[in-house]
């Protein structure tokens, strides 16, 4: 409970954000279990309850079931008041969802792109947002924010420093996004978007500890520490697909030799198909389907790399949970045996007691949800702090 001292309305700010949270996380409830739940007096429960009605953010449902005595007023969230667009920019797509302040889908839109330049994709980008925010429907607060997942280094301010595989480099998106819309914009790094995708509507939800490793054409990881994503100093951590599992292994693009995302990713399975004659993730999987067996043993190869630097994770972090997602997560069935195996014939024994290895539950959408998550959030942390 706030104490009522200093500040009057920095007071009224912070009980009006352990209000909102007591909707948000248990609706439908009560004033009287609001107060309850956070030692509130019920007058100043009633009181801003009334301001969140008033800024449409919660929903008088009328009396709810009651044991006997007079039925109280159950809340809710208005969960419709405003929407959320998210970005996952690709290397090869961008994808966009328009979501609810749940996080729900409301729509989709998916374009291929064929030249990866700043300034044919970023025209493409701004209309995929356009095209979503023509969707939402009536409602008081409108887009309330954007939130786009790129594959690249991201700074503070929301520029791409460095993104390799579109050979972009100082693309300031978000100023040039929040320009053209004028709602807030964030950018971050699609494998942390991915980590945060899970963690909210995946396979993460409830788990404090979460290592999310995207393993498409190369491979990054976002990680969830004590439910929060841990960025570091600059906001670069998680390049693991940098981290070297062969000394005098092949030289990487980054400097370095032996990296990880060699002898794991996407581009190493490609890489290892071609001479069998594939050229694609979709024939490979045709072929592993179909029995080929020369196929199998790639994907169990791949597996085991994947292992190898997932039980390096598992001795740094101990986390509760490390998610595979991105695009090797469809070779689940022929490489999934593979990665437990490993993991588990080499990661130490006490970081494995309650150590689950998964696969991304919301698949292709992993990055796109956890960027309109971010809208969201950054959303309802202001509404929090206005007091309404
Ligand atoms: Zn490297």
């Not at 912070?14 to 004033?31: C, F, G, K, W």
């Not at 701004?126 to 790129?150: D, K, N, S, T």
Request: aromatic share 6%; hydrophobic share 40%; glycine share 12%.
């Amino acid at each position: 409970m706030m104490k009522q001292t200093g500040d009057l309305s920095l007071v009224k700010k912070m009980n009006t954000a352990i209000v909102l949270d007591a909707v948000l996380r248990h609706a439908p409830l009560s004033r009287a279990q609001i107060s309850e739940r956070t030692g509130l007096n019920k007058a100043t429960v009633s009181s801003l309850v009334q301001d969140l009605i008033d800024s449409h953010l919660v929903l008088d449902l009328g009396p709810g079931e009651s044991s006997g005595g007079r039925k109280p007023n159950l809340l809710q969230f208005r969960s419709r008041s405003g929407h959320a667009v998210g970005i996952d920019l690709g290397v090869n797509y961008i994808r966009g969802i328009l979501t609810d302040l749940e996080g729900c889908v409301v729509a989709e839109r998916r374009i291929a792109l064929k030249a990866h330049d700043a300034k044919s994709v970023i025209p493409q980008l701004l209309a995929c947002i356009e095209a979503l925010r023509g969707e939402i429907p009536p409602c008081p607060y409108g887009m309330v924010g954007i939130g786009i997942g790129v594959p690249g280094l991201v700074n503070e301010d929301g520029t791409i420093l460095f993104a390799p595989n579109l050979s972009w480099t100082e693309v300031p998106l978000r100023a040039i996004a929040e320009e053209r819309f004028g709602v807030p914009v964030t950018i971050d790094n699609e494998a942390n978007a991915g980590a945060q995708g899970e963690q909210r509507y995946g396979a993460g939800r409830g788990i404090a500890n979460q290592i999310y490793v995207s393993a498409g054409i190369g491979i990054g990881t976002g990680m969830i520490l004590n439910k929060e994503l841990y960025k570091g100093s600059g906001g670069f951590s998680g390049e693991l697909g940098h981290l070297s599992i062969h000394a005098d292994g092949k030289p990487c693009r980054c400097g370095n030799r032996g990296c990880w995302e060699l002898y794991a990713s996407e581009n190493a399975l490609l890489e290892q198909a071609e001479p069998l004659g594939f050229h694609d993730l979709d024939g490979l999987l045709e072929a592993a389907g179909q029995g080929r067996e020369d196929v199998v043993a790639l994907f169990e190869r791949i597996g085991e790399a994947l292992g190898v630097g997932i039980a390096n994770i598992v001795n740094v972090f101990n986390p509760d949970v490390v998610i595979i997602g991105n695009e090797m997560r469809r070779a689940e069935a022929w490489i999934g045996g593979a990665v437990q195996r490993t993991v588990a014939a080499r990661a130490l024994a006490h970081h494995q007691r309650k150590l689950k290895v998964l696969f991304a539950e919301q698949g292709e959408k992993s990055a796109v949800r956890g960027a309109a998550y971010y809208a969201i959030s950054s959303f309802l942390a202001k509404m929090k702090g206005s007091g309404a």
